[in-house]
């Protein structure tokens, strides 16, 4: 056993303020990496950029992050990076600018360097200094060494070759409030996965089990709220997660059930549910957590009975059926089209890294059973 987590966290409301010294340490001018939008309306980039500012450190803003990034956005984001001379990277937003900044980290280091060194196995992981500052609640990216990109020549996604802890993360439970519920909903359901997978897993031990267990209970102690934010009459997945009533509480229970997921699959990785998401995601464009959803139900039910009653009790749920239940209501998903699924199955048959995370031996038949 092992457990090894290299990552100095705050959670508290208003901690990129309160720990601006820390972040200004990481070097003398940073790259910042966000999405389009998400980072200015909930205030995240203003804060990361006033807290440098008055600790007389300078930035260089690349804004161009899309949802499941590729590899492409990567380069040009560390051409920017190696142009601006920066010596440290923040990756503010959701999964997808955090994966990305881990990413750029490595490839500005490495700036002599093509895009094949992504995923060079054993090849030097040394990287500039990562801060990660999410404003959703399902990755866990900034506890983990994990970067999944868009591999379009392969129509998925995949973690780089390389592993990269964020040195700091800042969790400010503010900035969700700001975020769509429906955002808020599937990432939940993505952390709820990765608690899933980590805690059913060939590699899970009792240190990756203390934080799924305890990830578990803090996520639990939210359920009602997501609910709440998805069903209550009058609101949409559209509805700013803070006027359907989420409270900054709350907010921090997900962050902090999230990264207690993320230090679980740092050590286990994730599994089955993951692997065949990527799939649909990248051929129907299902957001992520959303993605990963469709699968729990039928992961779960190849766990001997006992066993998944007691992990699902945790989480507050009675039995499979009632999480059957709570994803529908707060991820309001679609059939999967028996293509792509078909695609998913063949696909990840072929990806031995993720089958042997599979505590049960992994096989074509069951991977349709998953997917059924
Ligand atoms: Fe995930």
């Known amino acids: 056993m092992n ?43 203003a804060d990361v950029t006033e807290a440098l500012d008055s600790c007389g450190v300078s930035c260089a803003l690349f804004d161009e992050i899309e949802e499941n990034p590729s590899i492409e956005t990567v380069m040009k984001a560390r051409d920017r990076g190696l142009a601006e001379g920066v010596d440290f990277v923040v990756g503010i937003g959701g999964g997808s600018p955090m ?43 900034e506890v983990t060494p994990y970067a999944i990109l868009t591999i379009h020549e392969k129509r998925t996604k995949s973690s780089i070759s390389h592993r990269i ?25 993505d952390a709820f996965g990765h608690l899933a997978e980590s805690w059913f897993n060939a590699n899970a031990t009792d240190y990756s089990r203390m934080c799924t267990r305890q990830g578990l209970e803090i996520w639990s102690r939210s359920r009602a709220a997501l609910e709440g934010i998805s069903g209550a009459a009058g609101l949409t997945p559209e ?32 599994s089955l549910p993951h692997g065949l998401s990527y799939y649909l995601t990248y051929e129907a464009g299902v957001p992520h957590g959303k993605a990963v959803g469709y699968f729990l139900a039928g992961y779960l039910r190849e766990a001997p009975a006992d066993e998944r009653d007691a992990f699902l009790k945790i ?38 890294a993720k089958l042997k995370n599979s505590p049960w031996p992994a096989s074509e038949a069951m991977l349709r059973r998953i997917c059924r």
């Open 239 to 270: 509805t700013i997660s803070g006027a359907a009533g989420l409270t900054p509480e709350t907010c921090l229970n997900l962050l902090n059930a999230s990264a207690m997921a993320g230090m679980a699959i740092s050590h286990t990785g994730t």
């Open 315 to 352: 989480a507050g749920f009675s039995g499979l059926r009632q999480w059957e239940e709570f994803y529908a209501q707060v991820c309001r998903p679609q059939p999967a089209s028996p293509d792509i699924l078909e695609q998913a199955v063949r696909g990840l048959m072929q990806n031995p």
């Open 99 to 141: 994966d990305a900044a881990k990413a750029i980290a490595l490839m500005i280091r490495h700036g002599r360097e093509d895009a094949s060194y992504l995923y060079r196995a054993g090849a030097d992981s040394s990287a500039l200094p990562v801060a990660a500052v999410p404003t959703t609640c399902g990755t866990g990216s």
């Open 165 to 189: 802890f964020p040195a700091l993360a800042l969790l400010d439970p503010r900035y969700l409030l700001t975020a769509p519920a429906s955002v808020l909903c599937d990432t939940a359901v």
């Open 3 to 45: 457990f090894y987590l290299p990552v100095t966290l705050y959670a508290e409301e208003h901690c990129v303020r309160t720990h601006q010294k820390e972040l200004a340490a990481l070097g003398t001018k940073a790259l910042l990496v966000t999405g389009r939008r998400s980072a200015r309306l909930n205030g995240s980039l």
